[in-house]
């Protein structure tokens, strides 16, 4: 299965649980709001985040912000950028989930190139 489509089904369960449960609406709605390009352009925040989820450990995090990093013109050089300072910042643990968000990166970018 390719990245995409684990995102794209990592999407819709989620979708599902929000059905579910409404008061994690209120929690997905606090993050459109704070993903707002009120200061910092949409590019940035998702970068910031894809380098969150690398210091958090979060692999279904990784998928969502590159993809979406990707998506807001991000490019290869900036995304690896962003997680050296992932690296910087979560030391050992998180080379390992730079690893898993490199490996990501290409993937998505193979995906769209086919």
């Not at 606090?30 to 985040?49: G, M, P, W, Y």
């Not at 998506?71 to 962003?82: F, K, Y």
Request: hydrophobic share 40%; aromatic share 6%.
């Amino acid at each position: 299965m390719s990245r995409t489509q684990d995102l794209n089904e990592f999407k819709e369960t989620l979708g599902d649980l929000v059905g579910e449960a409404p008061e994690l609406k209120q929690f997905s709605g606090f993050i459109e709001s704070a993903e707002a390009t009120t200061v910092l352009d949409h590019k940035t925040k998702e970068l910031v985040s894809l380098a969150i989820g690398v210091v958090t450990r979060c692999d279904h995090c990784i998928l969502w912000h590159t993809d979406a990093a990707l998506e807001a013109g991000a490019t290869h050089d900036e995304i690896v950028d962003a997680l050296k300072i992932a690296v910087v910042m979560g030391g050992g643990p998180a080379m390992t989930y730079a690893v898993n968000a490199y490996e990501t990166l290409q993937a998505l970018e193979t995906e769209r190139n086919e």
